[in-house]
C-alpha cells in the first residue's frame, strides 16, 4: 500500500515537473516571438513615417454615425404615454492634400447633419416626420509655396453654409491671402490679412461682407486607433466686431474592431448676424448666445 502511495505521488511530481518546464518554455517563445514582433513593427513604423514623408497626395476620412429610435405604448408615467420618437446624425471628415518640396495644396471637408422625429400619437395635428437638426457644412482650400520648411506665402478659400434647411442663406465663402505656418507636423496655422468675407443671405439688413483678417489653426493625428481633429477659423472684420465670426468643431474618433468604433463631435461658434436674423432683431440689438452642437455614436473609418 505504501508503495502503491510513494509510487502515485511520484508520478504527480514527475508530471508538474513536466508542465512547469513546458509552461516556461512555453512563455519563453512567446517572449521571444513577440521581441520580434516589437521589432518588425518599429521597422514598418519606421517605413511608414518615410511614405508619409514623401512628395504626393494623401488622403483619408473618418466619421461618426449615431441614432436610436423608441416607442411608447400607454406608457402612463410621463406626459405623453403614446410616442414615437427618434434621431440619427453622421459626421463626415475627409482630406485630400497634395505635398511637394515647393508647394502645398490641402483641401478639407467637414459635415455633420442631424434629424429628430418627435410623434405623439394621440395629436392629429402634430408633425410626425423627421425634423432637419444640427447642420454644417464646411469646405476649405489652401494653397501655399514655401519660403522655409515652416513658413509659406498661401492662399485660402473657405466656403460654410447649412446643406438641409436655408441652403446659402446664409453662406460664408473667405478668400484671402497672406501666411502660412507649420511649426510641427499635422499642425497647420494660417494668418491672412488680406480676406474679404463674402456673405449670401436674403435678409440685407443684419448680414453684411466686410474684408478683415482671417485665421485659421488645424490639428489633425493619428495615434494607434484614435482619430483626433481639431479646427478653429475666425474672421475678424476690419468694417465693424458686429461682422466677426468663428467656429471651433472637433472631431473625435477610436476604432475598437476593425474600421468600427465609437466618436464623438462637437462644435461651438459665435456669430452676431446669425443671432439677429433669428431672433427678428437690428444687427446692434442681437443676444448673441453661444452656439453648440454634438454628436455621440458609432464611427467608421474609412
Given at each position: 500500500m505504501n508503495k502503491k502511495l510513494l509510487l502515485s505521488v511520484f508520478l504527480l511530481l514527475i508530471v508538474t515537473l513536466s508542465f512547469a518546464q513546458t509552461k516556461e518554455e512555453l512563455e519563453a517563445q512567446k517572449a521571444e516571438k513577440q521581441a520580434e514582433a516589437d521589432k518588425f513593427q518599429g521597422e514598418a513604423n519606421a517605413l511608414q513615417a518615410q511614405i508619409n514623408a514623401l512628395p504626393g497626395w494623401r488622403t483619408g476620412a473618418f466619421?461618426?454615425?449615431?441614432?436610436?429610435?423608441?416607442?411608447?405604448?400607454?406608457?402612463?408615467?410621463?406626459?405623453?404615454?403614446?410616442?414615437s420618437s427618434g434621431s440619427f446624425g453622421i459626421t463626415l471628415n475627409a482630406f485630400a492634400n497634395k505635398i511637394e518640396d515647393k508647394y502645398f495644396w490641402r483641401n478639407s471637408l467637414l459635415t455633420n447633419l442631424n434629424w429628430i422625429k418627435f410623434d405623439d400619437k394621440n395629436d392629429p395635428d402634430d408633425d410626425d416626420s423627421f425634423k432637419n437638426g444640427t447642420d454644417v457644412f464646411n469646405i476649405s482650400s489652401l494653397y501655399g509655396r514655401n519660403l522655409s520648411k515652416t513658413w509659406a506665402v498661401s492662399g485660402l478659400m473657405e466656403y460654410r453654409t447649412t446643406l438641409l434647411?436655408?441652403?446659402?442663406?446664409?453662406?460664408y465663402l473667405d478668400v484671402g491671402v497672406g501666411a502660412t505656418?507649420?511649426?510641427?507636423?499635422?499642425?497647420?496655422?494660417?494668418?491672412?490679412?488680406?480676406?474679404?468675407?463674402?456673405?449670401?443671405?436674403?435678409?440685407?439688413?443684419?448680414?453684411?461682407?466686410?474684408?478683415?483678417?482671417?485665421?485659421?489653426?488645424?490639428?489633425?493625428?493619428?495615434?494607434?486607433?484614435?482619430?483626433?481633429?481639431?479646427?478653429?477659423?475666425?474672421?475678424q472684420s476690419y468694417k465693424s466686431s458686429e461682422l466677426s465670426n468663428w467656429t471651433w468643431t472637433n472631431s473625435f474618433g477610436?476604432?475598437?474592431?476593425?474600421?468600427?468604433?465609437?466618436?464623438?463631435?462637437?462644435?461651438?461658434?459665435?456669430?452676431?448676424?446669425?443671432a439677429a436674423n433669428a431672433q427678428g432683431v437690428d444687427l446692434s440689438d442681437a443676444d448673441n448666445n453661444l452656439q453648440s452642437y454634438y454628436t455621440f455614436g458609432l464611427s467608421y473609418k474609412f
Open positions: 466619421g461618426t454615425i449615431g441614432g436610436n429610435l423608441s416607442k411608447f405604448n400607454d406608457w402612463y408615467g410621463q406626459g405623453t404615454p403614446d410616442l434647411d436655408n441652403f446659402n442663406d446664409p453662406g505656418w507649420t511649426p510641427i507636423e499635422n499642425l497647420i496655422v494660417v494668418i491672412h490679412p488680406l480676406n474679404y468675407n463674402f456673405v449670401f443671405a436674403d435678409n440685407d439688413s443684419v448680414f453684411d461682407s466686410s474684408m478683415g483678417a482671417k485665421i485659421v489653426a488645424d490639428y489633425t493625428r493619428q495615434i494607434g486607433a484614435i482619430n483626433f481633429k481639431t479646427n478653429f477659423s475666425t474672421f477610436y476604432t475598437l474592431w476593425k474600421m468600427i468604433g465609437v466618436g464623438f463631435d462637437f462644435g461651438l461658434r459665435s456669430n452676431q448676424q446669425e
